[in-house]
């Protein structure tokens, strides 16, 4: 009895030890090719080195059309930094035109169209989802939020510039 105890605790702690420390790797954001809405290519790739917020929307989200000045905001603040913004539209009605939608919102970042794969790669269940990529490309933080007065969106950016 009293060996198959230390037995049992052993293993346990075996298994919270790999946990924790599988807890503080940082998973690698999978890259992704997709096209703008202009038809021109668009992958992650694209800006290895640089921080990157990517965001996943749909033109007919209303939460994610109050995230976006918030991310606007993170990005202009950190420019000097590199911060850039990558947006994924997915789930979206037909016809929809997303970079216009953006471009209405006096938005400039760029969106991919036709994301529903890649945003089942990334395991987006629903918009907005946020992620935040270092240098190395490296997820540091995912929202699902559109509460703007998170003090977390700005952590999540000063993390990804270091």
């Known amino acids: 009895m009293k060996t198959t105890l230390i037995a049992i605790l052993t293993s346990l702690t075996l298994l919270l030890i790999a946990t924790a420390s599988h807890a503080n790797e940082l998973e690698t954001a999978p890259n992704w090719n997709l096209e703008t809405q202009a038809d021109q290519p668009i992958s992650l790739a694209q800006f290895q080195g640089k921080p990157v917020i990517l965001h996943f929307w749909a033109t007919w989200c209303p939460y994610c059309k109050k995230l976006q000045p918030k991310l606007v ?56 989802t946020t992620f935040y990529i270092n240098k190395a490309g490296q997820v540091v933080f995912k929202s699902t939020s559109s509460n703007i007065n998170d003090p977390r969106i700005e952590l999540a950016v000063k993390e990804i510039i270091k």
């Not at 997915?90 to 953006?102: I, K, Y």
């Open 73 to 128: 905001e993170m990005q202009k603040k950190y420019a000097q930094d590199g911060v850039v913004i990558v947006a994924i539209s997915f789930n979206e009605d037909e016809g929809a035109m997303p970079q216009d939608m953006l471009n209405a919102r006096g938005h400039a970042f760029m969106t991919a169209i036709n994301g529903d794969n890649v945003a089942t790669q990334y395991g987006v269940k629903g918009t907005p």
